[in-house]
């Protein structure tokens, strides 16, 4: 039985690696169920997800309400386009523009359209209220980001793998130093065409890297002084992940109670996807208030599924399960809990020098070089002992589960990673 069982799950990776392209390098679990903070091979065994779906699956796996939600809206209509009206949209575009605190809510399906929506606003804001000569209009990016991987995007990455051979590249994006507000300053001083400034609140795939303190605060500050849009990209900080409902809301305290209040910094533009789902499905959306959303007119963007009612649908239970079951909070709490354990472990630790993150978006990092095989051996081990994690980059591990977890299970997690780790010492 067991060796039958076993060529069920080398069976999936086969056909993978055969008919699929080779565009990711997976560890080698093949999952066929999920519920809440759980996973499950094709052997049956169980895991803690601790990647969820890169984020995108904070509400937990199959959340019954926002499953719920969708079933029922796909038996009843699942897309007219944008044609025509649907009874779903407006819902969901009041619920969420009132859920973050934003005048108008431009729908799409995937991180990466999401992203290049807002560049397309930003530079569309820039030519018709900033006044900025046709095609002229800058936008100021991060080193080392992660947007998302259309054309323009990449263009501005500096990932060479991400790059290489893609080209020729979109122009039109400056790059700078994340957490530098002199370089940002900098780069605005001098440049009167500058349209916009596109950041990650915290940089989760280049390894979680968490800005300093007022970081965002005093780039929104120049931003606002140089009439530049600033731009948050919270498509995986979003929802919850880093114990607020933004990343962006800085600390104002809604550990405590519930978080829709006015954020510390109110992007110009914000930027969602992944959790704004839950996994269920894609949604991701452009949030931005009247003066800069107008620019958008009939005809000047569009997609054929954004807006779809399963979408809408979906959505609003998704935002309405971070809401009533506190995921901010929960996030929050576990968050320093997780740090603070995985603390204790490292002052006696060899094999790991750090652990860093916000809420339950966190990496720890292995003291072994970048080209080094040990953080992917770790993940190997994890997923033996019982825990599905993966490298970000060479020597870092991102430990993000879904927010519906709690204190027994994280503590069990917690478990879980110090002993493998100390399999590596
Ligand atoms: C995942 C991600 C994207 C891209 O989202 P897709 O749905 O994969 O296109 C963009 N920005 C950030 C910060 C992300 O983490």
């Known amino acids: 039985m067991a060796v039958l069982e076993k060529k069920s799950s080398q069976h999936s990776i086969e056909l993978e690696d055969k008919y699929g392209a080779h565009n990711y390098h997976p560890l080698p679990?093949?999952?066929?169920?999920?519920?809440?903070?759980?996973?499950?091979?094709?052997?049956?065994?169980?895991?803690?997800?601790?990647?969820?779906?890169?984020?995108?699956?904070?509400?937990?796996?199959?959340?019954?309400?926002?499953?719920?939600?969708?079933?029922?809206?796909?038996?009843?209509?699942?897309?007219?386009?944008?044609?025509?009206?649907?009874?779903?949209?407006?819902?969901?575009?009041?619920?969420?523009?009132?859920?973050?605190?934003?005048?108008?809510?431009?729908?799409?399906?995937?991180?990466?359209?999401?992203?290049?929506?807002?560049?397309?606003?930003?530079?569309?804001?820039?030519?018709?209220?900033?006044?900025?000569?046709?095609?002229?209009?800058?936008?100021?990016?991060?080193?080392?980001?992660?947007?998302?991987?259309?054309?323009?995007?990449?263009?501005?990455?500096?990932?060479?793998?991400?790059?290489?051979?893609?080209?020729?590249?979109?122009?039109?994006?400056?790059?700078?130093e994340y957490d530098n507000l002199n370089a940002l300053k900098e780069a605005l001083e001098n440049n009167e065409n500058i349209a916009g400034f596109l950041v990650e609140p915290i940089q989760g795939e280049a390894g979680v890297y968490?800005?300093?303190?007022?970081?965002?605060?005093?780039?929104?500050?120049?931003?606002?002084?140089?009439?530049?849009?600033?731009?948050?990209?919270?498509?995986?900080?979003?929802?919850?992940?880093?114990?607020?409902?933004?990343?962006?809301?800085?600390?104002?305290?809604?550990?405590?109670?519930?978080?829709?209040?006015?954020?510390?910094?109110?992007?110009?533009?914000?930027?969602l996807g992944k959790a704004l789902s839950g996994g269920a499905y894609p949604v991701s959306a452009v949030l931005a208030d009247d003066h800069i959303m107008e620019v958008i007119k009939p005809g000047s963007h569009g997609s054929t599924f954004g807006g779809n009612p399963v979408a809408a649908a979906v959505a609003v239970a998704a935002l309405e399960v971070v809401r009533d079951e506190k995921l901010a909070e929960n996030a929050f709490v576990l968050g320093e809990l997780f740090r603070s354990e995985l603390n204790t472990y490292i002052e006696k630790s060899n094999i790991i020098s750090l652990v860093r993150g916000k809420g339950l978006l966190n990496a720890i990092v292995i003291n072994d070089s970048e080209e080094s095989e040990t953080a992917w051996n770790i993940c190997m081990a994890l997923k033996e002992n019982g825990l599905l994690a993966k490298p970000t980059h060479g020597n870092i591990i991102r430990f993000a589960p879904p927010l519906v977890m709690n204190r027994e299970q994280l503590l069990e997690c917690v478990n879980i990673i110090t002993k493998t780790l100390s399999e590596f010492e």
């Open 29 to 176: 679990v093949v999952l066929n169920k999920g519920d809440g903070v759980y996973v499950w091979d094709v052997e049956g065994k169980k895991y803690y997800d601790f990647l969820s779906a890169y984020s995108a699956v904070n509400q937990g796996h199959c959340h019954p309400k926002i499953v719920g939600a969708m079933v029922n809206q796909a038996q009843t209509l699942t897309l007219t386009s944008r044609a025509f009206y649907n009874d779903k949209l407006g819902e969901y575009e009041k619920f969420a523009t009132e859920f973050f605190g934003f005048d108008k809510l431009l729908p799409m399906n995937t991180g990466a359209e999401a992203v290049e929506t807002a560049l397309k606003l930003c530079r569309k804001w820039a030519y018709e209220k900033k006044g900025i000569p046709e095609n002229e209009a800058q936008i100021i990016v991060c080193e080392n980001n992660f947007h998302g991987r259309t054309t323009t995007i990449i263009s501005f990455s500096n990932d060479p793998v991400a790059r290489k051979n893609f080209g020729p590249y979109t122009t039109g994006f400056i790059k700078i």
């Open 210 to 271: 968490v800005p300093s303190d007022d970081y965002l605060s005093k780039a929104k500050a120049l931003c606002e002084k140089y009439n530049v849009l600033f731009i948050a990209d919270e498509v995986q900080t979003g929802i919850a992940r880093t114990g607020r409902l933004l990343a962006t809301c800085g600390n104002c305290s809604c550990a405590n109670k519930n978080c829709s209040g006015t954020p510390e910094v109110k992007p110009d533009v914000l930027i």
